[in-house]
């Protein structure tokens, strides 16, 4: 008990000490205007907010995000061939690329997939 007692003084001296420390460290001397304006992607807050913004840059950005969820569910597939029978590996893995390959074609037709206009 009287072990544990010292180690948890100790414990909390030395995290107090680093507190200080880096509060102390931290300090900003110059406050700049600029950097204390918030930043968010490039837009300024205090402008107008109804800006023109490119729809086709925004769909393309939300493929790319559904394209990394692909993948994120394609990649048990790999790992779960070891462990599982083989004809439904086979059904499973065939269902979900399949679905997967006809919103690629969806979204193809639509003409979501073009980088120009």
Request: with cysteine; glycine share 2%; net charge positive.
């Amino acid at each position: 008990m009287n072990m544990t007692m010292m180690y948890l003084i100790m414990i909390s001296v030395i995290t107090t000490m680093l507190t200080i420390m880096i509060m102390t460290i931290s300090k900003k001397m110059i406050i700049d205007k600029q950097k204390s304006s918030p930043f968010e992607c490039g837009f300024n807050p205090m402008s107008n907010k109804r800006l023109p913004f490119s729809i086709h840059f925004f769909l393309i950005a939300v493929l790319f995000l559904i394209f990394d969820i692909e993948i994120i569910i394609v990649m048990p597939l790999i790992f779960s061939l070891k462990f599982s029978l083989m004809k439904m590996w086979l059904i499973s893995s065939f269902t979900i690329i399949t679905i997967l390959i006809i919103g690629l074609y969806n979204e193809w037709l639509q003409g979501m997939l073009k980088w120009t206009k």
